[in-house]
T-cell receptor
Framework: NAGVTQTPKFRILKIGQSMTLQCTQD?????MYWYRQDPGMGLKLIYY???????DKGEVPNGYNVSRSTTEDFPLRLELAAPSQTSVYFC?????????????FGQGTRLTVV | GENVEQHPSTLSVQEGDSAVIKCTYS??????FPWYKQELGKGPQLIID?????GEKKDQRIAVTLNKTAKHFSLHITETQPEDSAVYFC????????????FGKGTTLSVSS
């Protein structure tokens, strides 16, 4: 059972480039989340989804977009990369809302914008 | 907005000692408080959680206590081992619907043998 899989693991982008961080889960979870983790700052919620076709903003959504066309996939899109988006990005999923069941995290994507 | 404060940011103990990490939260509607452990190069993993109708929960060497009146909760690790070395995050559910979690900034625990 793979759990939550993120690709790529590492990426270097130039300022202004765009990219999509991929996230897929095989646990049939309804809830999925994207967090970013900056050194010494914990995890900040970017976007989340409560099911296919439904997404909502978290604490730090500016500069990002998401879509949820299937239960399994929840890609995160960066349209115009900026140095402030250098971070480690984590995708997570849970069976019910994060308050009532365990959230499973992927291994993370380390993104550097230069 | 909602906020979770976590202390200390770093903690060094000798093997066999106890370790305590404390968190406070601001959202009075929060009703779920998980703790995550993150090892180097990996994603966070749930180690224990507590809900607002419970004051204490224990799982082997790990325990969590919750004081809803004071809005703080703590993680207690007894008989620490080198493999307990990691970054620990506390979190609190966001708002009454609790759709997502607000995380503390993390505590780096080092256990030396």
């Amino acid at each position: 059972n793979a759990g939550v899989t993120q690709t790529p693991k590492f990426r270097i982008l130039k300022i202004g480039q765009s990219m999509t961080l991929q996230c897929t889960q095989d646990m049939n979870h309804n809830y999925m989340y994207w967090y970013r983790q900056d050194p010494g700052m914990g995890l900040k919620l970017i976007y989340y989804s409560v099911g296919a076709g439904i997404t909502d903003k978290g604490e730090v959504p500016n500069g990002y977009n998401v879509s949820r066309s299937t239960t399994e996939d929840f890609p995160l899109r960066l349209e115009l990369a900026a140095p402030s988006q250098t971070s480690v990005y984590f995708c997570a999923s849970s069976y019910r809302a994060g308050t009532t069941s365990e959230a499973f995290f992927g291994q993370g994507t380390r993104l550097t914008v230069v | 907005g909602e906020n979770v404060e976590q202390h200390p940011s770093t903690l060094s103990v000798q093997e066999g000692d106890s370790a305590v990490i404390k968190c406070t939260y601001s959202d009075s509607a929060s009703n779920y408080f998980p703790w995550y452990k993150q090892e180097l190069g990996k994603g966070p993993q749930l180690i224990i959680d507590i809900r607002s109708n419970v004051g204490e929960k224990k799982d082997q060497r790990i325990a969590v206590t919750l004081n809803k009146t004071a809005k703080h909760f703590s993680l207690h690790i007894t008989e620490t081992q080198p493999e307990d070395s990691a970054v620990y995050f506390c979190a609190a559910s966001k708002g009454q619907a609790g759709t997502a979690l607000i995380f503390g900034k993390g505590t780096t625990l080092s256990v030396s043998s």
